[in-house]
């Protein structure tokens, strides 16, 4: 039997310790896939909602700090199983619908929700071209009931905070609630809720006047 | 063959996927006899003590043989191919039987929606129902579809179907398939369209004429309004849009 020269046997020593290392590195790879960290799944929300959360007016994403982290967890989950976003005309919601199925399981929500919730609040900058807030804040009395005087939200009846988010979202969201484009899926109670309440409680022009009273509750 | 690895739904599937294999015997056959040849030169002429290696010029005819012969082969079965590619083109693209109901598919970053005629048969009449992401339709039925892009160019795929086709902003693509088995089969997005590019899946539901009755019937009767269509949504704009050739304008 011939022997193997020795700078051939150096050649497969490195090669093997190479492919040992890598199957590590996959390894690790793996396990640090499981350790969830919420600002690794925030960089798929980022692109739209911005680094802060802070929203972006021209993708139509909208503000995130300052959410609570129930309201936040139960918007994913309604985006995940279509009973949000899944009205063939909301074509931001079909948009944000299939971001949100990128948190595949319930441990991923919690984790970028955690991330979200603990992001400070930030100013939001007045978008609505000529709204009279003052003139909104009539209408608002009927939105008070459930979503506070100050805009606080009250968790126990599903309501969440709405103080300080973006009039443009809020004007958007009113609209769609009252076409039914949101919160007419099958099973959206609160969604049904909501829906009679945009109807009722204000009239179409007043909807930009209504939100931008909305943008300026302290919370 | 393929069908092993991919369920053959639609009436021409299996004949695109003899196309393939056509080329894929004429092209693995050549392929694997150039380099038959290549090896067993490499060794019947690998290096030997006292011989010197030689610069061939190619000027002699006999060796010129070696590079014409398979120039002459190259031509001949591109030829094949190309015939065997117009006859399926022909049969897929040009000579598309009646279309017996409509469906129109608008793709938009990242979802799919679409709408079936209803009980009518007929696009743009008040039984028409919209469904997202799930498309559903008749075995042995021909189906003519209308291809629409919200935003940016998309591509419709359903592979079991062995159909792609890219869908344009500010055009309306037309096509059509007769879908041969029962069953659920993906729907994908093969262009890449955006950041949730990946995420834009759907499924494609093939019933039997009674199985796809009961599912109309069902949209028709329930009480979600997302399946019914008004006469201007934003959806039905896009396809509006699109018909009156009114590309680049502002929806």
Redesign the interface.
Known sequence: MTQMPRNHVGVALTSVALACGLLGAGCARGEAHTDLVGEQLYA?CE?CHGVGGEGKVELSAPKLAGLPAWYLTRQLQRFKD?TRG????D?KG??M???A??MMSDREVEAVVAYVAAMPDVEVIPTLPAPDPAAGGADYAACAVCHGEKGEGNESIMAPRIARLNDWYVASQIRKYRE??RG???GDDVGATMREMANKAVAPERIDNLAAYIQRLPG | MISWLLPQASSFASTIDGLVLLIAVIVGFWLILAEVVLFGFIFKYRARDGIRGQYVSGEDRSQKTWVSYPHYAVVVFDIIIIVAALRVWNEVKVAAPPGEEQIRI?A????W?FVHAGPDGKLDTPDDI????DMYVQRDRVYTFELHA?DVVHSFSVPAFRLKQDAIPGRAIHGWFRPTREGTFDIQCVEMCG??HG??AGRIHIGSAAQYAAWMTEFTN?????HRIASS???ADVAAHDHAGTAGGTR
């Open positions: 798929a692109h279509g899944k009205h063939p005309d074509e079909l948009r619908r299939a971001m199925r990128q039914g484009i007419g899926a099958e | 608008i938009q970053q990242w979802s929606t919209r469904t997202v992401d919200r950041v949730g995420l834009m329930t009480a979600v309004a997302a949504t934003p959806i």
